[in-house]
C-alpha cells in the first residue's frame, strides 16, 4: 500500500514568493506532493491574530456572539470559546462576559469562508521557542516527548515558580535542550508580550488589530516541525529570511535559497499536482476510483471498485477500500479539505472487515496535523468524518464559481430555456417585442421546439423574429422594448 503509511520518509518544505503571492509544499521523496498552500497578498490568513473586538450581539439560542473585529465580516464567538481576564467558565460567566457592547480580547482560529465570518476565541496563547503561554489557561504541562522523571519534575517546578500564578504554559520537546535560564528569560518575554497587548487594549477607540497574525511561511514550519523534514527551499525571499521563522525542531534542516527566482512548482512538478487537486475525479494503482465533491454542506467522497480485481470477491472490496482509505487521506490533506467529510466505501461483507478498515483510518489520520474526529459507519454504510477548518480549500483559494450555473455545475437545457421564451412570448399583451438568445436556444427553436414556436405565431397572428446572441450566456434570452396597444 502506498501514500500515508510512508510518512517518514525524507519530506521536503518547499516555498515560492512572488510579488502578491505566496506558494508553499510540503513535497515527500517518494509519494509527491503531501501539502498545498496559495495565499494572494490581498486575502491573507487572520489566524492567530489578536484583535480587540466589539460585541455587536449575543444570540442565546446558539450560544454565540458576534464580534466586530475591524475588518469587513463579523467575526463569530461561540461561548465555548470564551474564558474571561479571571480564568473562569461557565455559562453565568459567559453571558456577563458576552453582553452587547463589550469589548473583548480575541483571537482567530479559523479564516473567513465563503459567507462566514473568521471563527474566534478568548483563549490566546503565545509561542515561543520552546514554550508555549496561555495567559487566561491554567496550569503545566510537559511534552510527553521528554521522558525522564526527574527532567519532567524539575522543568515543572521552574516553571511553576516563575509563572506565579499567572496563566498556563507548555513545556516543548526542545525546553529540555536549552538551559533554564533560558526557559526563564523566554517566558518572562512572552509575558511581557501579553502585557503590551493589555496595553494596547485598553488605549484602543474602536475595533482592530492588536498583534499580527504570523506569515503562513511561519505558520506552516510550526505544523511541519512535527514531520521528517529535512530539507527547506525558499525562492524569491531576501537573504536571511528564514533565520527568523525556523521553528528549533528545524533548525538542522538544509536550508537551500535560490539566488534568483525559480518557478519551484514547475521544477519539482508541483503544477501539476496541483492542476489534479482541482479534479474531481482520481484513479487509483490499482484501477479504483475516487471522486470527490466539495458542497457548502460537506465533502462527499465516492469509492467505485472501477478496474480493480482480487482473486477472491470477499477480499476485493476491502483491498479496494484499504487502498482508497490511504489516497482518501493522502487527497485530504493535499486538497485542504475540512468540515464534514462523508465516504461512500465500497460494500463489504461482516464486521470483521470494517473494524479493519476503521482501524486503518484511525492508525492514517493519527498523523493528521489538523485536529480531526473518526466518526465512523453510520446506520446508512455511510462513513463519517469531521476535521477542523481552518482555511478554505485549494478549490475555493484558486477558483471561483462559475458565472452561468452559479456553482451548481448544472446550466438549463437549450430546449427547456427555448419553451421559456415561448411562454414569456405568449404573456405578450400585445405590440410587439425585440428578442434575442443564446445559440442554444435558437436551435432549440429552429429543431425540438420547432412546432411549438409555429403555433405561438398562429396565436399572435404575426411571424416573431428572434436574433442569435454569441455572446449571451448558454440558455440565455432578452425580451426588451415591449409596448402594450
Same mark, same amino acid.
Given at each position: 500500500?502506498?501514500?500515508?503509511?510512508?510518512?517518514?520518509?525524507?519530506?521536503?518544505?518547499?516555498?515560492?514568493?512572488?510579488? =502578491?503571492?505566496?506558494?508553499?509544499?510540503?513535497?515527500?521523496?517518494?509519494?509527491?506532493?503531501?501539502?498545498?498552500?496559495?495565499?494572494?497578498?490581498?486575502?491573507?490568513?487572520?489566524?492567530?491574530?489578536?484583535?480587540?473586538?466589539?460585541?455587536?450581539? @449575543?444570540?442565546?439560542?446558539?450560544?454565540?456572539?458576534?464580534?466586530?473585529?475591524?475588518?469587513?465580516?463579523?467575526?463569530?464567538?461561540?461561548?465555548?470559546?470564551?474564558?474571561?481576564?479571571?480564568?473562569?467558565?461557565?455559562?453565568?460567566?459567559?453571558?456577563?462576559?458576552?453582553?452587547?457592547?463589550?469589548?473583548?480580547?480575541?483571537?482567530?482560529?479559523?479564516?473567513?469562508?465563503?459567507?462566514?465570518?473568521?471563527?474566534?476565541?478568548?483563549?490566546?496563547?503565545?509561542?515561543?521557542?520552546?514554550?508555549?503561554?496561555?495567559?487566561?489557561?491554567?496550569?503545566?504541562?510537559?511534552?510527553?516527548?521528554?521522558?525522564?522523571?526527574?527532567?519532567?519534575?524539575?522543568?515543572?517546578?521552574?516553571?511553576?515558580?516563575?509563572?506565579?500564578?499567572?496563566?498556563?504554559?507548555?513545556?516543548?520537546?526542545?525546553?529540555?535542550?536549552?538551559?533554564?535560564?533560558?526557559?526563564?528569560?523566554?517566558?518572562?518575554?512572552?509575558?511581557?508580550?501579553?502585557?503590551?497587548?493589555?496595553?494596547?487594549?485598553?488605549?484602543?477607540?474602536?475595533?482592530?488589530?492588536?498583534?499580527?497574525?504570523?506569515?503562513?511561511?511561519?505558520?506552516?514550519?510550526?505544523?511541519?516541525?512535527?514531520?521528517?523534514?529535512?530539507?527547506?527551499?525558499?525562492?524569491?525571499?531576501?537573504?536571511?529570511?528564514?533565520?527568523?521563522?525556523?521553528?528549533?525542531?528545524?533548525?538542522?534542516?538544509?536550508?537551500?535559497?535560490?539566488?534568483?527566482?525559480?518557478?519551484? @512548482?514547475?521544477?519539482?512538478?508541483?503544477?501539476?499536482?496541483?492542476?489534479?487537486?482541482?479534479?474531481?475525479?482520481?484513479?487509483?494503482?490499482?484501477?479504483?476510483?475516487?471522486?470527490?465533491?466539495?458542497?457548502?454542506?460537506?465533502?462527499?467522497?465516492?469509492?467505485?471498485?472501477?478496474?480493480?480485481?482480487?482473486?477472491?470477491?470477499?477480499?476485493?472490496?476491502?483491498?479496494?477500500?484499504? @487502498?482508497?482509505?490511504?489516497?482518501?487521506?493522502?487527497?485530504?490533506?493535499?486538497?485542504?479539505?475540512?468540515?464534514?467529510?462523508?465516504?461512500?466505501?465500497?460494500?463489504?461483507?461482516?464486521?470483521?472487515?470494517?473494524?479493519?478498515?476503521?482501524?486503518?483510518?484511525?492508525?492514517?489520520?493519527?498523523?493528521?496535523?489538523?485536529?480531526?474526529?473518526?466518526?465512523?459507519?453510520?446506520?446508512?454504510?455511510?462513513?463519517?468524518?469531521?476535521?477542523?477548518?481552518?482555511?478554505?480549500?485549494?478549490?475555493?483559494?484558486?477558483?471561483?464559481?462559475?458565472?452561468?450555473?452559479?456553482?451548481?455545475?448544472?446550466?438549463?437545457?437549450?430546449?427547456?430555456?427555448?419553451?421559456?421564451?415561448?411562454?414569456?412570448?405568449?404573456?405578450?399583451?400585445?405590440?410587439?417585442?425585440?428578442?434575442?438568445?443564446?445559440?442554444?436556444?435558437?436551435?432549440?427553436?429552429?429543431?425540438?421546439?420547432?412546432?411549438? @414556436?409555429?403555433?405561438?405565431?398562429?396565436?399572435?397572428?404575426?411571424?416573431?423574429?428572434?436574433?442569435?446572441?454569441?455572446?449571451?450566456?448558454?440558455? =440565455?434570452?432578452?425580451?426588451?422594448?415591449?409596448?402594450?396597444?
Amino acid at each position: 500500500m502506498g501514500f500515508a503509511i510512508r510518512m517518514e520518509n525524507k519530506l521536503v518544505a518547499i516555498f515560492e514568493r512572488v510579488p =502578491g503571492q505566496t506558494r508553499a509544499a510540503l513535497v515527500s521523496s517518494e509519494i509527491g506532493a503531501q501539502e498545498l498552500h496559495v495565499q494572494f497578498d490581498h486575502a491573507t490568513s487572520q489566524i492567530g491574530g489578536i484583535f480587540g473586538g466589539r460585541i455587536k450581539a @449575543f444570540h442565546k439560542g446558539l450560544q454565540a456572539a458576534f464580534v466586530d473585529i475591524g475588518g469587513e465580516r463579523t467575526g463569530y464567538l461561540e461561548a465555548k470559546d470564551v474564558q474571561s481576564i479571571s480564568g473562569k467558565n461557565g455559562k453565568e460567566d459567559n453571558d456577563c462576559y458576552l453582553s452587547e457592547g463589550r469589548n473583548v480580547i480575541v483571537s482567530v482560529v479559523r479564516d473567513a469562508i465563503s459567507e462566514k465570518g473568521p471563527k474566534l476565541t478568548t483563549r490566546l496563547q503565545f509561542l515561543g521557542n520552546h514554550l508555549t503561554f496561555f495567559p487566561r489557561g491554567n496550569g503545566i504541562r510537559i511534552s510527553k516527548n521528554i521522558q525522564g522523571k526527574a527532567e519532567r519534575e524539575k522543568l515543572f517546578h521552574v516553571l511553576e515558580d516563575k509563572l506565579d500564578g499567572r496563566g498556563g504554559i507548555i513545556a516543548h520537546r526542545t525546553a529540555n535542550e536549552v538551559s533554564i535560564e533560558a526557559l526563564e528569560t523566554e517566558l518572562v518575554q512572552l509575558k511581557r508580550d501579553w502585557d503590551d497587548v493589555l496595553k494596547v487594549f485598553r488605549r484602543m477607540r474602536s475595533p482592530g488589530v492588536i498583534l499580527e497574525p504570523c506569515s503562513l511561511e511561519e505558520q506552516l514550519l510550526t505544523s511541519w516541525s512535527h514531520f521528517n523534514v529535512k530539507q527547506i527551499i525558499f525562492s524569491g525571499y531576501k537573504p536571511g529570511y528564514e533565520n527568523n521563522i525556523l521553528p528549533p525542531e528545524l533548525s538542522n534542516c538544509e536550508v537551500i535559497r535560490e539566488s534568483e527566482f525559480c518557478d519551484l @512548482f514547475a521544477k519539482y512538478s508541483i503544477d501539476a499536482e496541483l492542476e489534479n487537486a482541482l479534479q474531481p475525479g482520481v484513479t487509483l494503482p490499482n484501477g479504483a476510483r475516487l471522486f470527490i465533491s466539495e458542497t457548502p454542506a460537506l465533502v462527499a467522497v465516492d469509492v467505485d471498485v472501477g478496474s480493480a480485481n482480487s482473486p477472491s470477491q470477499n477480499s476485493l472490496e476491502l483491498e479496494v477500500n484499504l @487502498f482508497a482509505a490511504e489516497r482518501i487521506y493522502h487527497e485530504i490533506r493535499l486538497r485542504r479539505l475540512s468540515g464534514l467529510i462523508v465516504i461512500d466505501f465500497v460494500d463489504m461483507v461482516g464486521d470483521k472487515h470494517r473494524n479493519k478498515l476503521i482501524s486503518h483510518i484511525n492508525h492514517l489520520f493519527a498523523c493528521d496535523a489538523v485536529p480531526t474526529r473518526i466518526g465512523g459507519f453510520t446506520r446508512m454504510g455511510l462513513f463519517e468524518i469531521t476535521r477542523q477548518r481552518l482555511r478554505p480549500s485549494i478549490l475555493e483559494t484558486i477558483t471561483a464559481c462559475c458565472s452561468s450555473c452559479e456553482g451548481t455545475g448544472h446550466v438549463d437545457l437549450g430546449i427547456a430555456r427555448g419553451f421559456d421564451l415561448i411562454r414569456q412570448l405568449a404573456m405578450q399583451k400585445g405590440g410587439n417585442a425585440d428578442v434575442s438568445a443564446a445559440v442554444d436556444v435558437i436551435a432549440a427553436l429552429n429543431g425540438p421546439a420547432r412546432a411549438a @414556436f409555429e403555433a405561438l405565431e398562429g396565436r399572435l397572428g404575426r411571424k416573431l423574429s428572434i436574433k442569435a446572441d454569441i455572446e449571451e450566456t448558454p440558455g =440565455g434570452f432578452q425580451v426588451i422594448n415591449s409596448s402594450s396597444g
